[in-house]
């Protein structure tokens, strides 16, 4: 029901722009959704990197504040994260995941790949 996409390879500095669409939930129960984006680094368990809770406020793991930004389009339906200054470590697969009312909605994945 998500559709994640915008990963690639990039150089340590780079920036990416990663979106999910969530066409499949009607917009009233976007609107009101938490949003979040999950990473998961080869070997690693699956970690929260940022969220956007229903009442509008933005949390992000220590290691990309200031670098990682999430955002919403509600008219899209459409989650983004917007990470700028890329380092090697941020090299994961990254999920959206959007948890409504009724319903916790995840994504396939999208890899991101931060070469040195």
């Known amino acids: 029901q998500l559709q994640a996409s915008g990963g690639g390879s990039v150089q340590a500095g780079g920036c990416l722009k990663l979106s999910c669409a969530a066409s499949?939930?009607?917009?009233?129960?976007?609107?009101?959704?938490?949003m979040a984006w999950y990473r998961q680094a080869p070997g690693k368990q699956r970690d929260l990197v940022a969220e956007?809770?229903?009442?509008?406020?933005?949390n992000y793991q220590d290691s990309v504040k200031g670098r990682f930004t999430i955002s919403r389009d509600n008219a899209k339906k459409t989650v983004y994260l917007q990470m700028n200054s890329l380092e090697p470590e941020d090299t994961a697969v990254y999920y959206c995941?959007?948890?409504?009312?009724?319903?916790?909605?995840w994504g396939r994945g999208t890899l991101v790949t931060v070469s040195s």
């Open positions: 956007r809770t229903s009442g509008g406020s933005t």
């Open positions: 995941n959007v948890v409504t009312r009724t319903r916790d909605y």
């Open positions: 499949r939930i009607i917009t009233s129960e976007f609107v009101s959704s938490r």
